[in-house]
């Protein structure tokens, strides 16, 4: 994100929670396990993303057949584990609680595809082609369609856009 605006304000942080007073979310516990030696990681790694339930704990996409229980939110404020890290670009602590948005409008990351207002959003579950577990705009085999959820407009320079999650 850079310091001045020329044309339009960023569309905001991933994981950011946009319409407060709609939004439904609730704690969760962060998994810290790998359950299958073919997957290479069910870790959530960023803010922003679809989430699954894997054994009562939180994980991240990795099979079409996963059903997205709902998007990380990013706590504010927060502790960095990394001192230096960049805004949008902390990674979510491994076994501790994490806010889950079940219903309401948050701030993503589109790493693929254009996004449009009312335009389908897709999660990678495969890894051939792009970040396993990232929200992208375009489906091309590896994607599968999250139920209820939209994007309400278009990136910014960054790929940050806002989606209406199960409303």
Do not use: H
Request: hydrophobic share 40%; aromatic share 8%; charged share 15%.
């Amino acid at each position: 994100m850079t310091n001045s605006f020329l044309y339009r304000m960023p569309a905001g942080i991933p994981g950011d929670v946009t319409r407060k007073e709609v939004a439904k979310i609730e704690p969760q516990i962060m998994g810290t396990y790998n359950p299958l030696p073919s997957i290479t990681s069910p870790l959530v790694t960023s803010y922003g993303v679809p989430v699954t339930m894997l054994n009562d704990k939180l994980a991240g996409i990795t099979a079409i057949n996963d059903v997205v229980y709902g998007f990380l939110v990013r706590p504010y404020p927060t502790q960095a584990e990394l001192v230096n890290q960049v805004i949008g670009e902390s990674t979510p602590s491994i076994n501790q609680i994490a806010d889950v948005l079940r219903s309401g409008y948050m701030t993503v990351k589109c790493l693929a595809g254009t996004a449009v207002k009312g335009g389908q959003v897709y999660v990678r579950w495969g890894e051939d082609s792009g970040t396993q577990g990232s929200v992208e705009a375009v489906t091309s085999g590896d994607q599968v369609a999250v139920t209820g959820a939209f994007f309400m407009g278009v990136t910014d320079n960054d790929g940050n856009v806002e989606i209406c999650y199960n409303i």
